[in-house]
């Protein structure tokens, strides 16, 4: 299943309802063609910036929704690869307290991401967030950390669609 860059930039821009329903990932044909675009373009991962990437999983897993929301179980074992890919030692522990005390409650999926798989796993659950709105947290913090993952997720994927457009 090849996974056309453009058609990429269609999942990623389209607003749909069933996003956070993270119950549904084994079985959503969406979210299935989104991994398979990590895993068939696995190469773009060396030439992201990895300083930028830290952005992703820095201070903090991206929930599933707003303020204090934790990760769906997905984001958190693709925000786990990506930490070790990019030799971050610790697991949530600058995560904010509150929110700290729920994501330890989340099991990291049992699914074997590679490195890029996982920053695109990530990648769609700030789009799915941007699009129900979360992103218009009033909180100063959320709203902060919502324009930085915003801002980080464009440069990403700037590159990403390049890339892969140029193979
Ligand atoms: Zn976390």
Redesign the pocket.
Known sequence: MILHPTELLGILAKPTEYYNESYRENHDPEIDKVLQFGRDHGNVFGRLDRTDLKAFIVP??VGEGGLTE??NKYV?KA?EVLRGELGIAYD?EK?RSD??ER?KGIQPANHDFQDFESLIRILYQIRCNLFHGEKLDPNEWQKKRNQKLVRKGNIALKIILEEVAGE
């Open positions: 903090e897993c934790p990760p958190k925000s949530c995560c929110k700290k994501c």
